[in-house]
C-alpha cells in the first residue's frame, strides 16, 4: 500500500511532473531564499525531473527492446524446427508505428512468402544485426559517459564556491540572491549553465 502513492506520481506524465517539481522547488527556494532562489530552484528542480524521466523511459526502451530480441531469436528457432509462422506475421502488412525491428520482421514474412525464402534465416539476420547495432550503442554510450560526467562536475563547482565562502566566514547566497549586482550574476550563471548542459546533450546524443 505504501508503494502506490509514489507509483501513482511518477506514472504521470512528463508535463505534470516537471510542473510539480518546479513549483514545489520555486516555493521552497523563494521562501528561504527570496525570488531568485525561487527561479534557480525551479529551473534546476525541472531539470532534475527531466533527465531522470528520460533515464527512466530509457531503462523501458531497452528492457522492451531487449525482450524484442529474445522472442525474435525464439521466433527464429521455432521456424528451423517445423513452427508454421505465427499470424500476426501474415493477416496484416507491417505496422505504421512503433519498433522498426517489427516491420523489418513483417517486411520478411512478406519477403519469404512471395519469394519462398527461408523466413528463419531472415529472421535470425534480423536479430543478429539489431544486436551488433546495439552493441555498438552501447560503446558509443561508454565513450561519451566521461564527457557527460565531466559536463555534471562543471556544473555542481559553483556549489564548491558557495561552501568556500562560508568556510571563510562570509555570506555568498546573500549577495547572490539579496544585491543587484548578485542576482545577475546568479541569473547568467544559471544561463550559462543551461547553454552548456544543452550543449553537451548535443555533442553526446545517441544516434539514432
Known sequence: RAGKPR?????????????????????????????????????????????????????????????????????????????????????????????????????????????????????ERIETDARATDRALAAADAQAAGARATALLLAALPLGGVALGFGIGVDPLAVLFHTPIGMACAAGAVVLQLLGLAWTNRLTARPR
Open 7 to 123: 507509483t501513482a506520481l511518477v506514472d504521470r506524465p512528463l508535463w505534470q511532473l516537471t510542473l510539480i517539481g518546479g513549483l514545489v522547488a520555486a516555493a521552497v527556494g523563494g521562501l528561504l531564499g527570496g525570488v531568485m532562489a525561487g527561479v534557480g530552484a525551479a529551473v534546476y528542480a525541472v531539470l532534475g525531473v527531466r533527465s531522470m524521466a528520460r533515464r527512466r523511459a530509457m531503462r523501458r526502451q531497452r528492457g522492451a527492446r531487449a525482450d524484442l530480441l529474445d522472442r525474435l531469436a525464439g521466433l527464429a528457432a521455432d521456424l528451423r524446427a517445423g513452427s508454421p509462422v505465427p499470424s500476426a506475421f501474415t493477416t496484416a502488412g507491417p505496422p505504421n508505428e512503433g519498433e522498426p525491428l517489427l516491420r523489418l520482421t513483417h517486411a520478411a514474412a512478406d519477403l519469404a512468402e512471395e519469394t519462398g525464402a527461408p523466413l528463419a534465416d531472415l529472421v
